[in-house]
Every structure is written in C-alpha cells, then in structure tokens.
C-alpha cells in the first residue's frame, strides 16, 4: 500500500462502490448500518467512506481503493498493526490444527498463564468474546463473591453496549440501570457519597484507566484517584473492576494502573487483546476465583483456538519488540506535533487524553463544525482522523506515518483557519 | 483421521497430555475450566477428554491422539463439518483481503441480503457476535418498538449465559429477573395466562423452535401451540422471537417454524450461521425496523468480515447440497438406529427430540449412572455422544459414521444391560 506523505491531496476514488453499498444496505439493514461504525448515524463527515476492501500495517483502504494511513485501528482492536505477520503466521499454524471442539485446545492454558505471568493482579483469566462479556462477567462476579447488587461507575463512562450501559436508552427498561449508580471520574468524594448512599450494598467499583468516554475532554486518573478507590473498596468490602477493554495493552502490558502502583481486583480486557481476533479476557485475584467458579460463564465460540494462539503471539511481539514504549514515543511526536499544528495555524484545537489514545476537540465546536472540517481536510489528504472519539496509535506507525499524519493535519487546520 | 467401523475398541492414548493440562488449568483458571464445556464440572464420565487437539469433518481428536466420531459438533456450531474445503476456502480467501477494519467490508451487505433472501420473515439483519447478542438485541428491539417491559419466555428455556438468562443463580439480581416471566412450552393456556396477568405490558414471546433444555425429554413443538403464539401476539401486539441459535439451520434454512406455516417477527440466529466462525444475526420484519434502528448494537469485532464470509459460504453451501435434507436422512437413521440398539439390547432408553439434535435418556436414572455407562462405552469404541445434553448431527455425517455410531452405541446397551 502506499502513504500520503506530501501535503498534496492524494487521488481519491469516486466513492462510487460505497455509495452503491450504502444503497444496497439501506434496504436489508435498518438504518443502513448499525453501531459505533455507522457513519451516517454518527455524522461523520460527507467523505469518510463505510466500506472497507482492505488493510495492511499502519493503513487502510476503502471499497474505492482510497488508502488513509489509519489512525483509529479498527477502533482499537488492532495493536501491532493490521495483518501483523507474526499474529498471522501464529493463526494460520493454529488454524491448521483446528479452531472450534468439543473442548478447547491447550491454547487455552497457554493464553491464561501467559496473562496471569504478565498481568500483574492477575492470578487467574476467564475468556469470552466480546468486551461486554468481560464487563458484565466482572459484575456477575463481584455480586457473587459480596452478596450485594449495586455497581457503582462514573457518570458518561462506556462499559459496554448491553441494556446495563449502553447509552442510547432505546429499549432500556428501568430495572436494567436501577442496580448502577452514579459518580464523577477523579472527584473522590463523589464516589463516597455514592458508596454512602448505598451502604452495605456496594458490590463493586468499575473504573477505566483513565477517562476516555464522552463528548468533552479526556482526562488522564489523578494517581491520588485510583488511590482513592482502591481504599474505599478495601474498606467496604467492594471489589475494585478496572474497565481495560479500551485502553488495555496501548498505557501499560502489567495493567494500565500499574504504573501508579493501584492494582484492581477484577480487569477486563478485550479490544486490543488479540490484535483484532475476538477475544475478551477477565483476569482476577485468588480472593475472587471461587466466586468466578461459581457464575455460569460461556459462549458458543468462547473457547475458539484462534483468537487464542493470536492473543498469545500479540503479547509476546508486545513485550518482545517493546511495543508500548514505542506507541508511547510516537503518540507524544503526534500528541506534540498537533499542538505545534494549532500553534502554527493559530487555530484553538485541544489536544486530551492519553498520548497512545489522543482525543481532539476545537473551543466553541458544539455542533463539531470546525473538528468536521479539520477531519474531512485531513481525510482528502489520506490520513484518517476521527473528530470526536478517541483515535488509537498502533506499534506499526512509525515517525514517517506520524509525520504524515502531521503533515494532514496541517492542512486541516490551515482550513479550519480559513473558515473561522 | 482414522474412524473406527468395527465393534473393537479404539487404542486410547494414555491422557497424559490431558491430565497435565488439567493440573496446569486448575492453577491459572478458577475451577480448571468454566462454562458448558467444563468436563468435571458437568459431571461428564471420566473417560471424556478435557482439551482437544484438532477436527475434520466428522471427527474430533484429542490432545493424547484419540480420535473420535462425533456427535457433538462443538455444541451446535460445526454444521457442514469440521474445516469444511468450501468454507475455509472463503476464508482463506477473505483473510487475504482483511477482517476486521474501521468499517465493514462488502461481506456485510452479502450476507444481510443473503439472509434476506433465504430467512422467510426476514426483511433485514444485524450481525453481532454470541447468540446472547442476539437474544439480548431481539428483547431490546421488542421493547423499544412496544415501549413495555415483559418478556415471555418458557420455563427452563436456555436463552443465554447472562444474568437475564443464566440457569445458575450466582450473581444474578432479581433486577436482572424483574421483567421474565415463564410458561410452559407447549402449553397454550399457560401462556394465555402469562399474558393475561401482564396485560398491557408484553413486550414479547421469546420461544425456542422446538423444546431443548433441561435434563426431561426434548419436545417438537406441537403447532397448534406455534399457531397460538403467533395469534397471540398479533392480539396483545407483543413481538415474536423465535430463538434459532441452538436449532437453526439445522431444520429448515428458511426459518425453523416455516414448515409448520408460523413465522416470528425476529429471529436469533448464531452457533451454525458460520460453520465454526464467530457469528450471531437478528432477522426482522419491515415492522420493526425503525425499532431495530433505534436501538445501540455494536460491539468490538461485530463487523468482522471474515465470519461474515464463513456464513455466506455456509449457507449457500447448505442450500446447494440439499445438507439439511441430508441431515435428516442421517438423523432419522440415528435415532432409529438408537431405538433398534435399545430394543436388542434390552435398556429402557429413551430418544427424544428432532432428528438432528436428538436426546438419550433411560427411564429411572435420575443421577445419570445409565446415561454415563452408555456414553463413557460408546467413548471407549470412538464415538462422542453425550449423556445428558442434544446432540448434533453434520452434514459431514455419512451412512458409515452413523453406523460406526450405532455400533458403539451398541457396546454402550450392552454395558448398560450389564449393569442394570
């Protein structure tokens, strides 16, 4: 595939093979599409394509052979780069054994010692499929293992798309939230006064890494935070759940806590995981691992080789190649060189969030005008950035990718300027 | 592979290799195993393997080299049989291009028309992963077309591991139960009633094709009560979910109830859509589609496309070979070939259910000491039945296979007689 690293504007396809697509989709899917990757529904800008052919390294390529360096990683999941070669081979060797039986493969035991082994909380691993599995199957647990219903978790916080946390309230019935109560993310004493509240109820604690969800800006955990809740759940007998399915393997291979010296009782993971393979994990304490034997825990495709055999080769090309440190280098020359964009361009985008996982937003953009522009601009350059998620950098960008990606950038807000 | 056709036994391998993965299993996973394929947990003969090594067609091998023909099909999922040449072809050939993206490739469209086109009812689908995905999203669609709360669901029906539908209490709230309410399959007035005292607030009827859970007989589903769901529901304007993840596929490729003239409002298709490839779809009609809309369905690797690819190649593959015919034929001679093996032999075995997931039980064995004889023998000869959950027949199922079944099953009467 080829990249865009000049400011000239790549030739892009006529769209022609999307919008037939899209017309076909229309008819056979309501809406057209569904999810976090419908484009129509989420608004994205005119130009950003729906369908997909292809996908190698640091680069995707629409139905219309329009290639982007990527930036958003298939929203996560692809963390050493797509069609990594030592994921591939580690799945066409498993794949020539076999993949789905009537009991799993050693695969199994391999992947769950290899978590326990890295995952420093970790004395155990269970594994599902999607990220809502691991999240709910966290809470199951910790209802389990206290006795007690309530889940406390931060206001706007994402944990999973089911009737309990999705947030389009369509279908959502009264009881599927009455169990949830609400705190602020980094403000302690909110979270007191929702344990207060709900005393002698509390059966967990779900938190992210950092904060990663909503409409404003990110914000990276006040260790004095985590600090916070790892205390209160000690004290009240809560089990602390860190929610790593988004952020898991791109802030820290031990845990994304870890390096501010919290450890969680339960983590779940998924996204990145096996490198865009479906997998989900829940890792837990030896204090919680009768309570996890006793919750019903399974899935038609959960115990699929596979995404086992790709799991376990993408943690080990992690940690071999030392692939955190090197998404870490590259997203603080993004993170770094997008401020120097604003500066230069003299435009008042904010840069948020953590550097591996960056979250762009322009002052006074409510209705995302000015991120739209930045974003399509940046598109016609063949760089794909996101105007109001949090975008993923991978271990397959390199300070090339990046600096096209830069390069994109500039021009996005060079037009931004102009439409000020 | 090898199969076994005569009456002698297979020379089992040692299990060594199995007993080690399970001593390393119960350090790193709670229990040693979890979920529905837990071989200690669920009580299965000592004999059955724990950890599988690799599948062709009809057969499963185990990590210490025994092979077996099997009867399970992965609980459902292997439909055409284990690596299928059309299907891995279609996913070889998908791999090549890429699987999962930051939007879904062309397969999605194929396969939402494919189904269209073969599904009786269906006007539309959405594709998500577990078959959970799918119950969970018909309730959900049911709910915000209907704007009530009440799902209506048969006792004992298995409709997903989470705690709305899990049969093992632990960590369930009675939140999470608050909007279930049970009739007995089969049983009109039961469900007349179920209705009646939840007036104004069904939301739907979520029912299996025919009955397959719990440890009684199965029962086809007798269609004056099929007829009288569906008029139900046109009455009280509840929504009608046939759940086909277990059944689907396996009796009728356009829908389950086709043959008895009933059709569902949504269906929940899953285990065999994708021959072994992690798949779920909901179908719905055009009624329900702004409802389908409306509703948040997404997840991580939802939009795959590889087993997206693996379902467009198993159905048509299906459709092409006549395989659900072919199925029949082979089931019917299974379980008359079972009644035949019962009646030499002099066991009281009973055989329940459609002919392609057909259940053992003998009469007065409540703790399953009969059940385990006769599969733990069968074993012992090289075939895998199972003593106390439906089996699954293949269309990689040939005469041979069933008959090398029969002869096993056989061995298995003898012991039983000889321990009666």
């Known amino acids: 595939m080829t990249t865009t690293s000049s400011s000239s504007a790549t030739t892009l396809g006529s769209g022609v093979h999307d919008r037939a697509l899209r017309a076909r989709a229309h008819r056979v899917i309501p809406g057209g599409m569904y999810g976090h990757l419908a484009v129509e529904k989420t608004q994205l800008p005119t130009n950003f394509p729906q369908f997909y052919e292809t996908a190698v390294g640091a680069h995707v390529r629409d139905v219309d052979g329009n290639e982007y360096i990527d930036l958003m990683c298939s929203w996560g999941p692809v963390l050493l780069g797509y069609a990594h070669p030592a994921v591939e081979e580690a799945v066409r060797r498993q794949m020539s054994l076999g993949d789905i039986n009537n009991g799993p493969s050693a695969r199994l035991v391999e992947l769950a010692e290899l978590l326990v082994d890295t995952v420093a909380h970790a004395d155990w691993a269970i594994f599902g499929k999607n990220g809502t599995d691991a999240t709910t199957a966290c809470c199951t647990i910790a209802r389990a293992a206290t006795g007690r219903t309530k889940i ?51 059966a967990a604690v779900i938190v992210t890494p950092f904060f990663h969800d909503g409409f404003g800006d990110l914000a990276s955990v006040d260790p004095a935070f985590a600090a916070g809740v790892r205390a209160l759940c000690d004290r009240i007998g809560a089990v602390l759940i860190l929610d790593e399915v988004r952020a898991g393997f791109r802030l820290d291979v031990r845990g994304s806590w870890e390096r501010i010296g919290v450890r969680p009782d339960l983590s779940a993971f998924s996204k990145a995981l096996g490198n865009g393979y479906p997998i989900s994990a829940i890792t837990g304490t030896d204090q919680l691992r009768d309570a996890a034997d006793s919750v019903y825990l399974t899935g038609s495709f959960w115990l699929q080789s596979v995404p086992m055999a790709a799991a376990i080769a993408t943690v080990h090309e992690l940690v071999n190649t030392g692939g955190v440190e090197h998404m870490n280098s590259l997203g603080q020359r993004l993170v770094t060189g997008l401020r120097a964009v604003a500066e230069d361009h003299e435009v008042p985008l904010i840069v948020s969030g953590e550097v591996t996982m960056p979250k762009i937003r322009f002052v006074d953009d409510p209705d995302l005008r000015l991120a739209n522009v930045f974003c399509s601009t940046a598109l016609d350059f063949g760089v794909f950035l996101h105007p109001w998620h949090n975008w993923f950098v991978s271990a397959a960008h390199t300070e090339g990718t990046i600096d096209a990606a830069l390069t994109a950038a500039a021009a996005g807000a060079s037009a931004v300027r102009q439409s000020l």
């Open 152 to 202: 406390l978790k931060a206001t706007t916080a994402y944990h999973g798309s089911n009737p309990t946390f999705t947030p389009i309230p369509a279908g959502v019935t009264d009881a599927d939230r009455v169990n949830i109560v609400e705190f602020a993310f980094n403000d302690l004493a909110s979270l007191e006064a929702a344990a207060a509240e709900n005393d002698g109820d509390v």
